[in-house]
T-cell receptor, first 113, second 114 residues
Framework: SQQGEEDPQALSIQEGENATMNCSYKTSINNLQWYRQNSGRGLVHLILIRSNEREKHSGRLRVTLDTSKKSSSLLITASRAADTASYFCATDGWGTNAGKSTFGDGTTLTVKP | NAGVTQTPKFQVLKTGQSMTLQCAQDMNHEYMSWYRQDPGMGLRLIHYSVGAGITDQGEVPNGYNVSRSTTEDFPLRLLSAAPSQTSVYFC?????????????FGSGTRLTVV
């Protein structure tokens, strides 16, 4: 079963707007990562946030983590048409679950020019 | 170019045939893994390895074998292909789980079993 669940499944916005997608998970995590996948391509790592961190920034990306709610959000500011892609969260566990990264089903983002 | 290299990019198999998907990385990553991605879905972990000589099963290991004789290579073997194994397969690598900074993925192998 998938550990991470993204919400919404699909998101359509205009260029310049902000895009927010959410990820919920079920069990204790070591870290949470976000990836982008362009159609038919491999996944590209965007950002990793550790369980003892609450917020992280990278360029136009802002990730938050709320371990009490077992949820994370990815905010893309001032979106561009090139941001059109699917976005996935992945979680790494502790102990015997270390190395068993689990991915959600993704959010498909469409940015209209 | 440093990264994860997967071969072949496309493959068509007949039911019952066997084949090996190749994965190689040149970043001296200890951790390597194989995922499959079905249409409209996320990635499901097939097998993973935390170092040479060490492998373990993921969420969907049935019908697949792996071995890790070197740090660089992590091949995935389909023993007897079935139509249910039609999917896109991704190999990924990173430093030690829990200490890494994100996985590097290959570009994928698109497999069709007829």
């Amino acid at each position: 079963s998938q550990q991470g669940e993204e919400d919404p499944q699909a998101l359509s916005i205009q260029e310049g707007e902000n895009a927010t997608m959410n990820c919920s998970y079920k069990t204790s995590i070591n870290n949470l990562q976000w990836y982008r996948q362009n159609s038919g391509r491999g996944l590209v790592h965007l950002i990793l946030i550790r369980s003892n961190e609450r917020e992280k920034h990278s360029g136009r990306l802002r990730v938050t983590l709320d371990t009490s709610k077992k949820s994370s959000s990815l905010l893309i500011t001032a979106s561009r048409a090139a941001d059109t892609a699917s976005y996935f969260c992945a979680t790494d566990g502790w102990g015997t679950n270390a190395g068993k990264s689990t991915f959600g089903d993704g959010t498909t983002l469409t940015v209209k020019p | 170019n440093a990264g994860v290299t997967q071969t072949p990019k496309f493959q068509v198999l007949k039911t019952g045939q066997s084949m090996t998907l190749q994965c190689a990385q040149d970043m001296n990553h200890e951790y390597m893994s194989w995922y499959r991605q079905d249409p409209g879905m996320g990635l499901r972990l097939i097998h993973y390895s935390v170092g040479a000589g060490i492998t373990d099963q993921g969420e969907v290991p049935n019908g697949y074998n792996v071995s890790r004789s070197t740090t660089e290579d992590f091949p995935l073997r389909l023993l007897s292909a079935a139509p249910s194994q039609t999917s896109v397969y991704f190999c990924a690598s990173s430093y030690t789980p829990g200490q890494h900074y994100g996985y590097t993925f290959g570009s994928g192998t698109r497999l069709t079993v007829v």
